[in-house]
């Protein structure tokens, strides 16, 4: 009598494919490949035919041929006769600068928030508990509509600051703020180390003094920990660490002779400075108290989730209360806010494409938008926008997982 | 002791006093206040900036909603009522409010239909939603589909009739079958439900929407906050299935299945919605055989639904991974088979610790849907971006539409989401 675990001998027969838990999953899977084969087959078929058709092909020779619209907001030369592809890189930057700077100011935002909420002071506890849940309940569109509308209806066009008696001034006589934008004034340099006419090298030249200020400010700091490690005396870092930043910069700034250029009424609108045109301001705005409302919770969530244990212990050690929050709260709550903080940020990068809506010219309003419907070819500018979104995607959750493989917990 | 104390002292009080009050810095609403708003002197200038806020923000708002006028009918009649004074002009609300709940070319003298649909949404919702109410409803919830479609749309009865008939055979040879294997039953449902469709689809006449009880409305034509309601519960709830699916088919151990949907998922969650909403209005008739003219409402449904369950596929594959690995195993030596161990016993506790993310999710889509008004159908934002902001009577009023969309938006989702908290301290078995 054989053991009841030995597999049934004999030769193979049809039904174990369904029956037999060894062959099962081969079965399954063939199954899945023939009817995924056939689908992208029909698609592949109806795509032929239906192009055939309309006589068009599948080609990306638009991308070279002049685009023929404007762009106002724009962070690089472009003009109506630049090609399709310029007009997508203009795209893609705008879409950047939005994305980066609502992050910026969302984080902001959602930290502040965040922690008022958890506040001992009752008032101002509810009141960002009313922020957080006015602002995640309603669609962001409806957000960036009402914000964009009400700057232009309720901000003054450039005609109401002329005039001896203005109806409207400028703010400290620098910022002038019209229903076409927001007027700064614009940095520039009047002695540029690089070529002439390239602003870009200047510029470049102060980022690279800022990261040198950065490591300079790290191996100050690495040096003061060997110290108190060697010695138990730690010596105060404050003023090298400012010197290393602000000095450097300033001499740098000072050679390159760093000048305003401040915007002035001249004719019908105003010229000079930085133009920050009034659909960047509605979507930036919107975003950043929108997805400030998701942060809030998130950076809420993380404290909390830091046991009060820990920051007894910490005190029990002798800790300051600065140092229980930078060493003991801060690196076990940060744990648990930043991959749900980094998400937020591909949500806003995500969000950014609303853009359409109130008319900022970022990739879907340049590619998706103009360029698809004066060209025709939908198929090659959708499959273009998704490509775009998804290696940003895939580069951001690519950086996540590698931050929390370096913050995961390590069990022995 | 006693003797020398009596001795010393003149007078000894022999009854306890009644207890004194606490000082008046340590009761009541001072020491409320002393402790919540002003405990230290950042806390009090905070207290103060936030009164600043919130009295400026009632200080404008206030009056311009009590002054508000309801019953004009364009603005320049609000403002000459007004008479220069702050006040919103509501009216835009009353006099357009059929516009902004079913857009401007459902039939007016149909509204009743919709309306009625909206009603018994909550009748069909409330045995799903909560647990208590006699589960014999479920019979109406699983009807609602068909009711709704007919009300809605109109046309000939035949149509949500073949319908259920084709899903009720479908139940049935899945019910014969199932004993044997899930799988079986599964495909054999579908099969048969097909049939049916098929055959039945060629019994009806041509023509029968003429002659119909209730009259047919395209789906063109649906709008207004109706369409927002419409592709909400439409695409959550067939989301919810094919976010299990592919859940299960992320975790399953055949490598094929696997990496078709970990494809599907992450390309989905990598792109904005939008991009798959121009798919849906430009690019998924080339999808379909030519000639056959699919309505811009199903491409979009079935695109927002394709977005919708790839996020909560993520949601409920966090459930399944937050299960110990002891509930597989003893499903696996109870002898059960995948799909026994997956309905009685994984699913079950998987998808109740998924419920507040999928809750967000479906949170998240509902104003999601406003998106569709960038592809130019007529939602409630689509209604007062376009038709809206254009009539000359209503030119130049923004805040009173906008606040209104805004608080329809408000009040679902802030109902759902407190709904979704009483849930889950309902369903806590735990115990803590």
Redesign the interface.
């Known amino acids: 009598m054989s053991a009841i675990t030995d597999p049934p001998q004999g030769s193979f027969r049809l039904s174990m494919l369904?029956n037999d838990t060894r062959y099962r999953?081969y079965t399954?899977?063939a199954l899945?490949?023939i009817v995924?084969a056939l689908c992208l087959g029909f698609?592949y078929a109806?795509?032929s035919?239906?192009?055939a058709?309309a006589g068009l092909n599948i080609s990306y020779d638009f991308l070279g041929s002049p685009a023929g619209y404007d762009i106002n907001q724009r962070l690089i030369e472009y003009d109506s006769q630049s090609s399709n592809a310029r007009a997508a890189v203009v795209g893609i930057l705008n879409t950047l600068l939005v994305a980066f700077l609502a992050c910026v100011t969302a984080t902001v935002f959602g930290v502040l928030a965040g922690v008022?909420r958890l506040?001992?002071?009752?008032?101002?506890s509810k009141?960002m508990a009313f922020y957080v849940?006015?602002f995640?309940?309603?669609?962001?569109?409806?957000w960036i509509?009402?914000i964009f509308?009400?700057m232009i209806?309720v901000l003054p066009g450039p005609r109401a600051f002329r005039g001896d008696e203005p109806e409207a001034r400028m703010l400290l006589d620098l910022f002038a703020f019209t229903n076409r934008g927001v007027y700064t004034p614009g940095p520039y340099f009047t002695r540029g180390l690089g070529l002439e006419g390239n602003g870009g090298i200047n510029w470049l030249i102060v980022l690279g003094v800022l990261v040198a200020s950065f490591f300079g400010t790290r191996a100050v700091t690495a040096r003061a920990n060997a110290t108190q490690e060697a010695t138990g005396i730690r010596p105060n870092t404050l003023w090298t660490n400012l010197a290393i930043w602000f000095l450097p910069v300033i001499v740098l700034l000072f050679v390159l002779g760093l000048k305003w250029d401040i915007p002035e009424l001249k004719g019908f609108n105003f010229a000079g400075g930085i133009k920050v045109g009034g659909p960047l301001i509605a979507l930036w705005f919107a975003l950043s108290i929108y997805t400030g409302a998701f942060i809030a919770e998130n950076v809420r969530a993380g404290i909390q989730a830091v046991s009060k244990g820990q920051t007894e212990a910490a005190g029990a050690l002798g800790l300051r209360p600065g140092r229980i929050m930078s060493l003991v709260v801060l690196p076990q709550a940060l744990r648990v806010i930043i991959p749900p903080l980094i998400s937020q940020y591909l949500n806003i990068t995500?969000?950014s494409?609303?853009a359409?809506?109130v008319g900022y010219a970022d990739i879907?309003a340049t590619l998706?938008g103009i360029t698809?419907n004066q060209t025709g070819r939908?198929?090659e500018c959708?499959l273009l926008?998704?490509l775009f979104?998804?290696t940003?995607?895939?580069l951001i959750s690519t950086f996540m997982n590698i931050y929390n493989n370096s913050v995961k917990l390590k069990e022995r | 002791m006693s003797d020398t104390q009596a001795h010393m002292a003149a007078f000894v009080r022999t009854e306890t006093l009644p207890q004194l009050d606490p000082p008046v810095t340590e009761r009541g609403i001072v020491k409320w206040m002393r402790?919540?708003?002003f405990?230290s002197i950042p806390?009090g200038i905070?207290?103060l900036a936030?009164?600043a806020?919130?009295y400026s923000i009632l200080s404008s708002a206030l009056p311009w909603i009590l002054n508000g006028v309801w019953t004009t009918s364009s603005l320049s009649e609000c403002r000459e009522v007004l008479e220069g004074a702050t006040g919103a002009c509501f009216s835009v609300l009353t006099e357009r409010w059929n516009q902004l709940m079913f857009g401007f070319v459902y039939p007016s003298d149909q509204y009743w239909r919709p309306t009625l649909a909206f009603v018994l949404l909550f009748v069909a919702a409330a045995p799903v939603m909560f647990f208590d109410l006699p589960r014999k409803l479920l019979i109406f919830t699983a009807l609602f589909p068909f009711i709704a479609y007919y009300l809605i749309w109109g046309g000939t009865i035949l149509v949500p009739i073949l319908a259920l008939v084709g899903v009720v055979a479908g139940v049935m040879v899945y019910r014969q079958l199932v004993a044997g294997?899930f799988?079986?039953g599964f495909f054999g449902g579908v099969v048969a439900a097909v049939v049916v469709w098929a055959i039945g689809g060629l019994l009806i006449p041509d023509g029968a929407n003429d002659t119909a009880a209730l009259q047919a409305v395209p789906s063109r034509d649906l709008g207004g906050f109706m369409l927002n309601m419409m592709l909400g519960v439409v695409c959550v709830s067939l989301s919810i299935p094919l976010g299990i699916a592919l859940a299960l088919g992320r975790q399953s151990?055949?490598?094929?299945?696997k990496w078709?949907c970990v494809i599907f998922i992450?390309?989905i969650?990598?792109?904005?919605?939008?991009?798959l909403l121009?798919?849906a209005s430009?690019?998924l008739?080339?999808?379909?055989?030519?000639g056959t003219t699919t309505d811009l409402f199903l491409r979009v449904v079935i695109m927002i639904t394709m977005f919708s369950s790839a996020y909560i596929a993520e949601v409920i594959r966090g459930g399944l991974a937050a299960l110990p690995k002891g509930q597989y195993e003893a499903a696996d030596s109870l002898g059960l088979d995948y799909a026994q161990a997956m309905r009685l016993i994984i699913l079950p506790q998987a998808l109740k610790i998924s419920i507040p993310g999928i809750v967000n999710i479906a949170?998240g889509l509902f104003?999601?849907t406003?998106?569709v008004?960038?592809i130019s159908m007529f939602d409630v934002?689509g209604m007062?971006?376009g038709p809206l902001s254009a009539a000359t009577e209503w030119n130049?009023i923004?805040?009173e539409l906008?606040g209104f969309?805004?608080l329809l938006?408000?009040v679902v989702?802030?109902g759902i989401?407190q709904y979704s908290q009483w849930l889950e301290r309902r369903l806590a078995t735990d115990h803590r």
């Open positions: 369904i999953s399954f899977q899945a490949a995924l698609f109806n795509v035919t239906n192009l058709a008022l506040s001992n002071n009752w008032l101002v009141l849940e006015i995640r309940n309603i669609p962001v569109l409806i509509l009402i509308t009400i209806a995500k969000n494409s609303l359409i809506a879907t998706g698809l939908a198929i959708v926008l998704m979104y998804l940003i995607s895939l | 402790e919540n708003l405990s806390n905070l207290t936030a009164f806020v919130i294997s799988a079986m151990s055949m490598p094929l299945i078709i992450e390309f969650r990598g792109v904005p919605l939008i991009t121009f798919v430009v690019m008739a080339y999808l379909f055989p030519p949170v104003k999601d406003t998106l008004s960038v934002v007062i971006r130049g923004y805040w906008y969309a805004a938006f408000f989702c802030y989401s």
